[in-house]
């Protein structure tokens, strides 16, 4: 079946790095953009990225420019998405979510990743 | 920040109706971007409703419907069902943000 599997959860300390992978079955790894979101503890969703992982390029959330990137591993059919300079208030569940329609870049998410919890904490 | 308005809460008894709005500008909604839904259960990743404004994904209830006018869309749960209590989320995109994803503030609805 279709599905997002991810990585599991962190802990790190302030300043550090933290990277989340995310890895696709069940389809044509290439044909669907993925995005990035995250959800703090208690609190609603907030956009990160997307990537194309076809070719590979990405756009990334004016709050996150500088800290993020996101990168794709064809040969695994992974994604992965890796937040640098790390806050308390980077503590949230990091999702993988998948477009609905090939090679669209806008639409709906229709799969999700089951969420990775990440921690920052000294 | 979210750019989409929703109410932090709307409430009612089984088999009632609830609609949640979903209030955006002209650079997003009103723009013409698609409107989507999601429901999300504690503990869980959100679930897609409602995509393209109105429309379902096989197995989604026809309880729920969506509909978007103007820079607003609203979801409406008919039937209302002690399995309906979650959070929904509306999501677009948003072309100040350079075509950045946008999502709602959430709205928890509790079935009384």
């Known amino acids: 079946q279709v599905q997002l599997v991810q990585s599991g959860a962190e802990v790190k300390k302030p300043g550090a790095s933290v990277k989340v992978s995310c890895k696709a079955s069940g389809y044509t790894f290439t044909k669907y953009y993925i995005h990035w979101v995250r959800q703090a503890p208690g609190q609603g969703l907030e956009w990160m990225g997307i990537?194309?992982?076809?070719?590979?390029?990405?756009s990334y959330a004016q709050n996150f420019q500088g800290r993020v990137t996101m990168t794709k591993d064809t040969s695994t059919s992974t994604l992965y998405m890796e937040l640098s300079s790390l806050r308390s208030e980077d503590t949230a569940v990091y999702y993988c979510?998948?477009?609905?329609?090939?090679?669209?870049?806008?639409?709906?998410?229709?799969?999700w990743g089951q969420g990775t919890m990440v921690t920052v904490s000294s | 920040q979210s750019v989409l308005t929703q109410p932090p809460s709307v409430s009612g008894a089984p088999g009632q109706r609830v609609t949640i709005s979903c209030t955006g500008s002209s650079s997003n909604i009103g723009a013409g971007y698609d409107v989507h839904w999601y429901q999300q259960l504690p503990g869980t990743a959100p679930k897609l409703l409602i995509y393209g404004n109105s429309n379902r994904p096989s197995g989604v209830p026809d309880r729920f419907s969506g509909s978007k006018s103007g820079a607003s869309a609203s979801l409406a749960i008919t039937g209302l069902q002690a399995e309906d209590e979650a959070d929904y989320y509306c999501q677009s995109y948003d072309s100040s943000l350079s075509g950045s994803g946008v999502f709602g503030t959430g709205t928890k609805v509790t079935v009384l």
């Open positions: 979510a998948r477009v609905v329609s090939a090679w669209v870049q806008k639409g709906a998410f229709d799969i």
């Open positions: 990537i194309n992982p076809s070719g590979g390029d990405t």
